[in-house]
């Protein structure tokens, strides 16, 4: 690949980057500022007071909703001004998710409407399918779904048995077929819909429009969360698609419904720190009010830490997401620059960053769920108690871990594409991981390589998360040559590895990069949040290595990878009952979240 892509996917794990080349939150403009803000005020006053109203499915509401948010021009924000939209960048299109993505069901249709709903066509329309349906789609005058589910095809998608093929005059698509949980499907006017041609072995994409002859909607499905998006079964019963809307090339499908994942899971990752925000103001609140044993909650120390974590996990999620977002707004510009296909080249981008986004999208909805789920057991039994917005944050949150790829499958995914991406040498994984290896035998148990410098010690300890992980995807993947891929257990242990390293360095790299323009008592706060996650990330990562040396190795191997881990991970004590309090004494007193 061209050396000119400023970063390329999955390169964190070889390359240490200054903090200057990452985006953090703090660096929004003004104007992105102001969109986001827009978001804030939409859901203040249309989404939040109508909420109850919203999962009670009132008729007609959630169309609405989504018809006054293109009003505002919030369906437009990243598509480009020749198809009547703002042509803002990605990273806009981030920030307004994170925002919006705190509206509960009214987030899930409107991710879903701007982004697997409309992006499909987008990306992979020919030029009178976009002329056609993108305008409509950016102002809310048609709503999207993309169906690619079935009953029978879930995580394995491309095994799906909707059929297409031609009728005899030539002019259409006979579809035929089952799609289950379609999200937007009570009310979307445009489906992408995946299904094969004849007895083609991979899909192809048709663009299907709600009044087309031969579909049928199920009723909505009862959910345990986000009750107010529509969720429905579709039946294509001999539907018939005009023949110019088969959407890409003939069999091209499936890789279009694995690029707009891409693209899809790290929005997700946007999507839920504007939730866990929302759940941390729940619980602080809350805590701030409720007496026991004559002091309130806030003050007892087990319910600091709850916050505290709440705080941390949020943040350190939020760093990954921008600064892969950031990579992924560069990598669009590098790709769009020398291509001829800006849709196609767009996906590239997003393809080309499917490590970060498979990433961001399991650590981000497992943050949620811890954040939620200790919401609830901050308000103690009013958390059980349908009155409290808890209990809705709660049970909207575990989706999050299931649609867009579940959790295993994205887990799978991360070791699975670092390690395609070393065989092609795209990155020099082996390379590094050689030469690790070769230092294990003189490291020596309590003698450090000691950093003096704060954010020098941090950079060493995050070297040596990279040093673990290197050389256990090496030696498995010698170990197991073409037989890793039934070795799931030890595949997700080196995942979660690479995602906690990642975010302990894109949280190492924010706060450095804050360090210019914080004032020194809210640095300390940082350097608390990073602190602890390091420590913490340590522990995991030591534990995480462990589970896969003791699974799959032995003799002289294993004492080499067990010193190894046991090296790399052999981070500094901290009082980390201090560096929590503080934390959360800085929430309790602001009442909100402020970091
Ligand atoms: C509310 C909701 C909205 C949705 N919206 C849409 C939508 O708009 N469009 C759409 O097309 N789809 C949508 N989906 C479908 C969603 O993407 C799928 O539910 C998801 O991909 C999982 O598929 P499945 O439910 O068939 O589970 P399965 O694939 O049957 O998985 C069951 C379990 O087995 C695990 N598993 C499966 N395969 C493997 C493997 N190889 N290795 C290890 N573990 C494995 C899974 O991780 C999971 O834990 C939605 C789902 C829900 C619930």
């Known amino acids: 690949m061209d050396q000119s892509i400023p970063v390329k996917g999955g390169e964190f794990l070889v390359r240490e980057i200054p903090p200057e080349n990452i985006f953090i939150r703090e660096d929004f403009s003004e104007?992105?500022?102001?969109?986001?803000?827009?978001?804030?005020?939409?859901?203040?006053?249309?989404?939040?007071?109508?909420?109850?109203?919203?999962?009670?499915?009132?008729?007609?509401?959630?169309?609405?909703?989504?018809?006054?948010?293109?009003?505002?021009?919030?369906?437009?924000?990243?598509?480009?001004?020749?198809?009547?939209?703002?042509?803002?960048?990605?990273?806009?299109?981030?920030?307004?998710?994170?925002?919006?993505?705190a509206g509960f069901s009214y987030a899930v249709a409107y991710s879903c409407h701007t982004g697997i709903g409309t992006l499909p066509i987008l990306y992979y329309g020919n030029e009178e399918q976009k002329q056609k349906y993108i305008p409509k789609l950016a102002t809310g005058e048609m709503i999207g779904a993309y169906c690619l589910t079935e009953p029978g095809a879930g995580s394995d998608a491309n095994s799906g048995t909707s059929k297409a093929t031609l009728s005899a005059d030539g002019k259409c698509w006979i579809l035929n077929g089952q799609k289950m949980w379609i999200t937007n499907a009570g009310y979307a006017d445009v489906f992408t819909v995946f299904a094969k041609i004849d007895n083609d072995r991979v899909q192809s994409a048709f663009i299907v429009e709600r009044n087309f002859p031969g579909i049928v909607f199920n009723p909505e499905e009862n959910k345990m969360g986000i009750k107010g998006s529509s969720t429905r079964q579709i039946f294509f019963n001999d539907c018939q698609v005009p023949v110019e809307n088969l959407l890409g090339k003939r069999g091209e499908g499936f890789r279009i419904a694995l690029n707009i994942l891409h693209m899809g899971r790290i929005k997700l990752g946007a999507n839920v720190i504007g939730s866990a925000k929302t759940a941390i103001n729940y619980s602080v609140k809350y805590a701030n009010e409720r007496k026991q044993f004559n002091c309130l909650i806030s003050q007892f120390g087990a319910i600091k830490f709850k916050l505290a974590e709440q705080v941390i996990r949020t943040f350190v999620t939020e760093s990954a997401v921008y600064r892969a977002s950031k990579d992924i707004e560069e990598a669009i510009k590098y790709f769009t620059g020398i291509g001829e296909d800006k849709g196609r080249d767009t996906m590239e981008a997003f393809n080309q960053f499917a490590i970060e986004s498979a990433a961001m999208k399991v650590f981000a909805s497992e943050m949620l769920d811890y954040v939620v789920d200790e919401a609830v057991q901050i308000h103690g039994g009013m958390g059980y108690s349908s009155e409290m917005p808890v209990d809705r944050a709660y049970r909207d949150s575990r989706i999050n871990r299931i649609f867009e790829g579940t959790n295993e499958i994205n887990r799978l995914l991360i070791t699975d594409t670092v390690l395609k991406r070393a065989a092609k040498k795209e990155i020099p994984v082996m390379e590094e991981a050689q030469k690790i290896m070769a230092e294990i035998p003189g490291l020596k148990a309590g003698v450090k390589e000691t950093a003096q410098d704060y954010y020098k010690s941090k950079e060493v300890s995050i070297r040596n998360f990279k040093k673990a992980a290197l050389v256990l995807l090496k030696t498995v993947s010698e170990k197991y040559t073409k037989t890793l891929v039934m070795e799931q257990e030890i595949i997700n242990n080196i995942s979660d590895m690479i995602m906690l390293l990642y975010a302990a360095e894109s949280t190492l790299l924010r706060i450095k990069k804050l360090e210019k323009t914080k004032n020194a008592e809210s640095q300390k706060i940082y350097r608390d949040i990073l602190d602890v996650f390091v420590y913490d990330a340590a522990a995991l990562i030591r534990k995480f290595g462990s589970d896969a040396i003791n699974s799959f190795a032995f003799g002289e191997t294993k004492d080499l990878l067990k010193k190894g881990i046991d090296y790399w991970t052999d981070v500094e004590g901290i009082n980390i009952r201090d560096a929590r309090r503080r934390i959360a004494d800085t929430l309790i007193s602001e009442n909100k979240y402020c970091f």
């Open 31 to 101: 104007e992105q500022k102001l969109i986001g803000q827009t978001c804030q005020d939409f859901l203040d006053t249309e989404i939040f007071p109508v909420l109850d109203r919203i999962d009670s499915h009132e008729e007609g509401l959630m169309r609405q909703l989504l018809d006054k948010t293109g009003e505002l021009g919030l369906l437009a924000i990243s598509i480009p001004e020749e198809f009547g939209g703002f042509g803002q960048s990605f990273l806009t299109s981030m920030y307004a998710s994170e925002i919006l993505g």
